[in-house]
């Protein structure tokens, strides 16, 4: 996905992840919501409260400004509205949360152990994981301590909730999320195999050549 030249684009990119996100059972009914940030604007666009990701239309979408006030478009915003803003203003660099509530990230996290990167594309598309504890869903303190991991890492696991990835465009943070889910699974059946210390190897991390978050 190419980054968006309006907000029908930004839209439609955001319409096409949500099916994609149910279709690969990344969330379930209204569960997780999206957002992109509004190109050349001090806006974002995201889902509005109670939407399923796989049957959204473009009357869906809540429009919000980084200081959190409603603009014209869907009237109630998701209740996770505040996790996308504080993730912008954190990070000017980003224009695209997904927000997603994998089975294996969330479990491995729960159960006391890290997401391991095992392969190149976890490496090259997850970078590294971020964890945030517990805290109500559309809480000031998730929301806040999001942002804070948002500012060392573009994949964040929020405990016993779920995830949110972060991009430059949609594509890219769907992507992060893919993989990291990914990763999950694979640490999950290493772990069952009893292996507690296999991953990429860190030389050939230090030296995949990455932008800064």
Known sequence: MRAPA????????????????????????????????LPGETEFVVTAAGTWLDRLTSADFSVVTLDGAVTP???????????????????????????????????????????????????????????????????????????????????????HHGCSALGPDVGMAFRRALNLEEAATATYRALLLGDTGCTFPPEGLAGLRHDPP
């Open 6 to 37: 309006t907000r029908d684009e930004a839209v439609g990119q955001l319409v096409e992840v949500g099916r994609l996100a149910v279709e690969r059972g990344l969330v379930l009914a209204s569960g997780g919501n999206l957002s992109a940030r």
């Open 73 to 159: 478009g869907a009237p109630k915003p998701s209740s996770e509205w505040k996790l996308h803003q504080r993730t912008y203003r954190a990070r000017p660099d980003v224009n695209a949360v997904v927000h997603l509530h994998p089975q294996h990230a969330v479990l491995v996290d729960a159960l006391g152990h890290r997401i391991r990167l095992i392969t190149l594309d976890h490496a090259w598309y997850v970078r590294s994981v971020g964890t945030v504890p517990y805290s109500p869903n559309g809480s000031d303190e998730l929301a806040d301590g999001a942002a804070e991991q948002a500012r060392q890492h573009d994949c964040i696991v929020l405990s």
